[in-house]
Every structure is written in structure tokens, then in C-alpha cells.
């Protein structure tokens, strides 16, 4: 998580972007919680509080709010590959939709319900005596 402040930090100095693994002349070798109210640690920075090695130090809220930006790019990804299934899936439907109606499944359930209504009311309507 350290790696992603300092990068980010370098890059909005206007610095070279660098890759995790590429390492900055003086930086610091490890990540360091820096808690209110609580010392500095002792690898940070020596007894006169001068710094031992260079970092960024980012505000807790702008980390979270990048990694939150980050999980959320990946939905937006889940996103669009749901969307290109359903596009397939609408372009099957209408292909299916163009041809014509007494051709497909419902259209021809639809005309032999009719077709059997038909004949069941000349059925029974001959059976009654009218």
C-alpha cells in the first residue's frame, strides 16, 4: 500500500513515474505507519528527528480513496463483460424476432391455441343443438 502512495505522490510532483520495483536515490526500504500521537520510528529518523531515508507521507482518506477508485475500475471491467453478453444475447433475440411470427415457438403455440379454440366452440356449439 506504501508503494502506491509514493508512486502516486511522485507522480503528481511531475517526477518520473517509477514501478514498484524501480527504487528512488535515498528512499526508505520499508513502509512506516505514522500514527497521531505516537513517535516517529526510530528506522524513519534518528535521535535529532532528521529524516533517515525519503518517503511520501499521504493522508490515510486519499489512499482509501484511491484503492476504492482501483476495486471500482475492476466492477466497471465485470461491468462491461456482462454488458457484452447481453448484447450477444439481444442481437440472438432479435435475429429470432425477424422471422416470422407462425415460424417461431410462440408464434405457433399461439396459432394452435387458436386453432383448437376454433374448433372446440364449432365442436360444442354443434354438439348443443344450435
Known amino acids: 500500500m506504501s508503494w502506491l502512495a509514493l508512486w502516486v505522490g511522485i507522480s503528481w510532483a511531475g517526477g518520473a513515474q ?24 526510530a528506522e524513519l529518523v534518528d535521535g535529532q ?11 490515510t482518506s486519499d489512499v482509501a ?3 476504492r477508485l482501483e476495486a471500482e475500475s475492476y466492477l ?6 456482462m454488458l457484452k453478453i447481453q448484447r450477444r444475447d439481444l442481437r ?8 416470422p411470427w407462425l ?3 410462440q408464434g405457433a403455440g399461439l396459432a394452435g391455441l387458436v386453432t383448437v379454440a376454433i374448433w372446440g366452440g ?3 356449439g ?4 344450435r
Open 49 to 59: 528527528c532528521i529524516a533517515r531515508c525519503g518517503g511520501v507521507v499521504q493522508p
Open 18 to 41: 517509477l514501478s514498484p520495483s524501480d527504487s528512488a536515490p535515498g528512499e526508505c526500504l520499508q513502509s512506516f505507519a505514522v500514527v497521531t500521537g505516537e513517535p516517529l520510528p
Open 122 to 124: 364449432w365442436y360444442y
Open 103 to 105: 415460424h417461431r415457438a
Open 92 to 99: 440472438a433475440q432479435l435475429a429470432e424476432e425477424r422471422r
Open 126 to 129: 354443434s354438439n348443443t343443438g
Open 76 to 81: 466497471h471491467i465485470a461491468d462491461i463483460q
Open 65 to 67: 480513496y484511491l484503492l
